[in-house]
C-alpha cells in the first residue's frame, strides 16, 4: 500500500456483535485488500454455537421491549443509524475500499451516502405505511369493521455478498429493523468490516441488546449455513449467487422458512440506431464496467442495430481501452481490482473460454501489468468482445467481471428474442429516441427492471429484483416492508 493507503485505511476491525457484545469467538480469518493481496484485518470465523449463540440473543430480544417498540421509536432510530454513519462516513468509506479495493470516488459517492439514504428512506416509508380497512355486511344489519395490522416475522437472517458491502446489508437491515424484526447477518467473508461498523452505529445508539447482531464467517460448511439453516429463523433474506440461493433455499425448505432472493444476472442492453450514440455508448461503458462488472446489474450482452454496429464496438472499445484502472486512492481511477484471487481465476477463465469459444477481443482480454505493487492485486482489463453464437456459455453464464459481448440485430422482435434468451431475468437497458418503441419493448423484456436512455438509476420506493434465476420476490419500499412483517387481519363486530 502507498503511504495515504495505510493512513486511510485506519478502521474498525471484524468482529461479531451478538446479544450487544461484541467478540472474537472462533479461528480467524485474514481479509485480503484486492488492489495489492496485502493483509487488512483478521476477522473471526462463528462456529454453529456462536450463530445458535446470536440466534438466541434475537429471539430474547423479541420477547423483551424490542418486541413492543413503536414504529415511531423505529423510525427515530433508522435516522439515528443513518446519522451515525454520517458520522463516520471517512472511516466507512476507508473500510470499504479496505476490504473491496474499489475506487475511493464510487465509495464516496455510492457506496456510503446510498446507504446512509436507505435508513432515511426507510424511515419515511414506514412512518407513511398505511393499512386496509373494510366495512363488511353483517345478518344483524351492525357490520364489521376488518383491518390489517403488520406483525414482524420475527428473527430474520440476512446474508449479503461482497461488491456493496454495506449498501446491499443496510437495504435489508432497514426494512427489517423499522418493520421490528431481530436481525442476524452475516456479511461476505471477502468483505467483513463496515457490517461491523454498523453494528457499532447501531450499539451506540442505544437499541435494545440482542436486536440486532453480526456474525462472521464463511457460506457452506460455515457460519452462513449454519444461520440459513438454523431451525429458529423466521425468514432469510440473501443476495448473492444464484447457485448459492438454491442452496439456501433447500436449508430453508425443511423449516419451510420464507425466503426473499436478489440473485445473479446476465443483463442485455438493447441499443437502436435511433438512439442518442454518445449517450449509449457513455451508458454502456457505465453499466458494463463499473465496480469492475460486479455489480448484478451490470450489463454482460450489448445488441445493436446492425447500421450502427461497427461504430458502436469501435467507441465502446475505444472508452475501455482508456478507462484508468489502478490505485482505489488515485484521484484519476476510474475502475479498481477484482474483488478476490478466486474470482479474478473465474473471470479470466471466462476470458479464456470467449476466445476458445471463436470470440473477436476489440479491447482488453487479459491482465494489466503495472511493474509496482498492484502487481499483486486482483486486476483485469474492461473487455469488450463480439463474434460469439447465442449459445455461447460466455453469453449465457453470469461473469460478474469487466466484459460485455456485444452482437448485432437487424429487428425489434429479434432484439427482445435475444435480451429474453437468458436463464436469468434481472435488469436490462433500452437505448431509443423513440418514446412509442421504449414501451411498446420495455414490458416485452423478462427482466425486474427495465432502465430506457438510463442505468442503475434507482428510487427506493420501485420494486428491485429479479424473473427466472436472478431471484424470488422483491426488494425496496413496500416490497421490502412486506416481505418483513406478516399481515394479520383483524374483524370488529361492530
Ligand atoms: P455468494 O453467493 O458466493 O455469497 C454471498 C453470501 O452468501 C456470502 O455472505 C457468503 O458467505 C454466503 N454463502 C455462500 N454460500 C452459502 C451457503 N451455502 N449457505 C449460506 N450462505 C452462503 O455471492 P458473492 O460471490 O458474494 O456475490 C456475487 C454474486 O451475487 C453474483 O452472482 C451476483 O450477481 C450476486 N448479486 C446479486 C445481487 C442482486 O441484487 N440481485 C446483488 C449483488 C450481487
Ligand atoms: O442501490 C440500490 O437500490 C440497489 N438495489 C443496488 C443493487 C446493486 C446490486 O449489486
Same mark, same amino acid.
Given at each position: 500500500?502507498?503511504?495515504?493507503?495505510?493512513?486511510?485505511?485506519?478502521?474498525?476491525?471484524?468482529?461479531?456483535?451478538?446479544?450487544?457484545?461484541?467478540?472474537?469467538?472462533?479461528?480467524?480469518?485474514?481479509?485480503?485488500?484486492?488492489?495489492?493481496?496485502?493483509?487488512?484485518?483478521?476477522?473471526?470465523?462463528?462456529?454453529?454455537?456462536?450463530?445458535?449463540?446470536? #440466534?438466541? /440473543?434475537?429471539? $430474547?430480544?423479541?420477547?423483551? *421491549?424490542?418486541?413492543?417498540? %413503536?414504529?415511531?421509536?423505529?423510525? @427515530? =432510530?433508522?435516522?439515528?443509524?443513518?446519522?451515525?454513519?454520517?458520522?463516520?462516513?471517512?472511516?466507512?468509506?476507508?473500510?470499504?475500499?479496505?476490504?473491496?479495493?474499489?475506487?475511493?470516488?464510487?465509495?464516496?459517492?455510492?457506496?456510503?451516502?446510498?446507504?446512509?439514504?436507505?435508513?432515511?428512506?426507510?424511515?419515511?416509508?414506514?412512518?407513511?405505511?398505511?393499512?386496509?380497512?373494510?366495512?363488511?355486511?353483517?345478518?344483524?344489519?351492525?357490520?364489521?369493521?376488518?383491518?390489517?395490522?403488520?406483525?414482524?416475522?420475527? #428473527?430474520? /437472517?440476512?446474508? $449479503?455478498?461482497?461488491?456493496? *458491502?454495506?449498501?446491499?446489508? %443496510?437495504?435489508?437491515?432497514?426494512? @427489517? =429493523?423499522?418493520?421490528?424484526?431481530?436481525?442476524?447477518?452475516?456479511?461476505?467473508?471477502?468483505?467483513?468490516?463496515?457490517?461491523?461498523?454498523?453494528?457499532?452505529?447501531?450499539?451506540?445508539?442505544?437499541?435494545?441488546?440482542?436486536?440486532?447482531?453480526?456474525?462472521?464467517?464463511?457460506?457452506?460448511?460455515?457460519?452462513?449455513?449454519?444461520?440459513?439453516?438454523?431451525?429458529?429463523?423466521?425468514?432469510?433474506?440473501?443476495?448473492?449467487?444464484?447457485?448459492?440461493?438454491?442452496?439456501?433455499?433447500?436449508?430453508?425448505?425443511?423449516?419451510?422458512?420464507?425466503?426473499?432472493?436478489?440473485?445473479?444476472?446476465k443483463?442485455p442492453?438493447?441499443?437502436?440506431?435511433?438512439?442518442?450514440?454518445?449517450?449509449?455508448?457513455?451508458?454502456?461503458?457505465?453499466?458494463?464496467?463499473?465496480?469492475?462488472?460486479?455489480?448484478?446489474?451490470?450489463?454482460e450482452r450489448v445488441y445493436?442495430?446492425?447500421?450502427?454496429?461497427?461504430?458502436?464496438?469501435?467507441?465502446?472499445?475505444?472508452?475501455?481501452?482508456?478507462?484508468?484502472?489502478?490505485?482505489?486512492?488515485?484521484?484519476?481511477?476510474?475502475?479498481?481490482?477484482?474483488?478476490?484471487?478466486?474470482?479474478?481465476?473465474?473471470?479470466?477463465?471466462?476470458?479464456?473460454?470467449a476466445?476458445?469459444e471463436g470470440a473477436?477481443?476489440?479491447?482488453?482480454?487479459?491482465?494489466?501489468?503495472?511493474?509496482?505493487?498492484?502487481?499483486?492485486?486482483?486486476?483485469?482489463?474492461?473487455?469488450?468482445i463480439t463474434g460469439l453464437s447465442r449459445d455461447a456459455r460466455t453469453v449465457r453464464e453470469?461473469?460478474?467481471?469487466?466484459?460485455?459481448h456485444v452482437a448485432p440485430f437487424d429487428?425489434?422482435?429479434t432484439a427482445v428474442e435475444l435480451a429474453n434468451e437468458s436463464a436469468?431475468?434481472?435488469?436490462?437497458?433500452?437505448?431509443?429516441?423513440?418514446?412509442?418503441?421504449?414501451?411498446?419493448?420495455?414490458?416485452?423484456?423478462?427482466?425486474?427492471?427495465?432502465?430506457?436512455?438510463?442505468?442503475?438509476?434507482?428510487?427506493?420506493?420501485?420494486?428491485?429484483?429479479?424473473?427466472?434465476?436472478?431471484?424470488?420476490?422483491?426488494?425496496?419500499?413496500?416490497?421490502?416492508?412486506?416481505?418483513?412483517?406478516?399481515?394479520?387481519?383483524?374483524?370488529?363486530?361492530?
Amino acid at each position: 500500500m502507498n503511504e495515504q493507503e495505510t493512513s486511510e485505511a485506519a478502521h474498525t476491525q471484524p468482529r461479531h456483535y451478538i446479544g450487544g457484545q461484541f467478540s472474537d469467538t472462533g479461528t480467524s480469518f485474514d481479509v485480503i485488500h484486492p488492489a495489492d493481496g496485502s493483509v487488512v484485518g483478521c476477522a473471526p470465523e462463528a462456529d454453529a454455537a456462536t450463530v445458535d449463540a446470536a #440466534v438466541q /440473543a434475537a429471539r $430474547a430480544a423479541l420477547l423483551g *421491549p424490542w418486541g413492543q417498540s %413503536s414504529v415511531e421509536e423505529r423510525c @427515530a =432510530l433508522l435516522r439515528a443509524i443513518a446519522d451515525g454513519i454520517e458520522a463516520r462516513f471517512d472511516e466507512f468509506v476507508a473500510a470499504e475500499v479496505a476490504d473491496t479495493g474499489k475506487p475511493e470516488s464510487l465509495a464516496r459517492s455510492v457506496d456510503i451516502p446510498r446507504s446512509i439514504e436507505t435508513f432515511r428512506a426507510y424511515a419515511d416509508l414506514a412512518w407513511a405505511r398505511s393499512e386496509r380497512a373494510f366495512t363488511t355486511p353483517t345478518p344483524d344489519g351492525a357490520g364489521a369493521l376488518n383491518y390489517t395490522v403488520h406483525r414482524p416475522r420475527g #428473527v430474520v /437472517a440476512i446474508v $449479503a455478498p461482497w461488491n456493496l *458491502p454495506l449498501l446491499l446489508l %443496510s437495504l435489508k437491515v432497514a426494512p @427489517a =429493523l423499522v418493520t421490528g424484526n431481530a436481525i442476524v447477518a452475516k456479511p461476505s467473508e471477502l468483505t467483513p468490516t463496515s457490517a461491523t461498523m454498523l453494528a457499532e452505529v447501531i450499539h451506540d445508539c442505544g437499541l435494545v441488546e440482542g436486536a440486532f447482531n453480526v456474525v462472521h464467517g464463511f457460506g457452506g460448511g460455515s457460519a452462513g449455513a449454519h444461520l440459513t439453516s438454523h431451525p429458529d429463523i423466521d425468514a432469510v433474506a440473501f443476495t448473492g449467487d444464484s447457485g448459492t440461493g438454491r442452496a439456501i433455499m433447500g436449508a430453508a425448505a425443511e423449516q419451510l422458512t420464507p425466503v426473499s432472493f436478489e440473485l445473479g444476472g446476465k443483463n442485455p442492453a438493447l441499443v437502436f440506431a435511433d438512439a442518442d450514440f454518445d449517450a449509449a455508448v457513455e451508458g454502456t461503458v457505465r453499466s458494463a464496467f463499473t465496480n469492475a462488472g460486479q455489480i448484478c446489474l451490470c450489463t454482460e450482452r450489448v445488441y445493436v442495430e446492425r447500421p450502427i454496429f461497427d461504430d458502436f464496438v469501435a467507441a465502446l472499445a475505444d472508452r475501455a481501452k482508456n478507462l484508468s484502472v489502478g490505485r482505489p486512492y488515485d484521484a484519476d481511477t476510474w475502475m479498481g481490482p477484482l474483488a478476490s484471487a478466486d474470482h479474478r481465476s473465474k473471470v479470466l477463465g471466462y476470458y479464456r473460454l470467449a476466445e476458445q469459444e471463436g470470440a473477436k477481443i476489440h479491447a482488453g482480454g487479459g491482465v494489466p501489468v503495472f511493474g509496482d505493487e498492484r502487481d499483486s492485486g486482483f486486476f483485469v482489463d474492461p473487455t469488450v468482445i463480439t463474434g460469439l453464437s447465442r449459445d455461447a456459455r460466455t453469453v449465457r453464464e453470469e461473469i460478474f467481471g469487466p466484459i460485455c459481448h456485444v452482437a448485432p440485430f437487424d429487428d425489434e422482435a429479434t432484439a427482445v428474442e435475444l435480451a429474453n434468451e437468458s436463464a436469468f431475468g434481472l435488469a436490462a437497458s433500452l437505448w431509443t429516441s423513440s418514446l412509442s418503441r421504449a414501451h411498446r419493448v420495455a414490458p416485452r423484456l423478462q427482466n425486474g427492471i427495465v432502465w430506457v436512455n438510463c442505468w442503475n438509476l434507482r428510487d427506493h420506493r420501485t420494486p428491485f429484483g429479479g424473473l427466472k434465476a436472478s431471484g424470488i420476490g422483491r426488494e425496496g419500499g413496500e416490497y421490502s416492508l412486506d416481505f418483513f412483517s406478516e399481515p394479520v387481519n383483524v374483524c370488529v363486530k361492530l
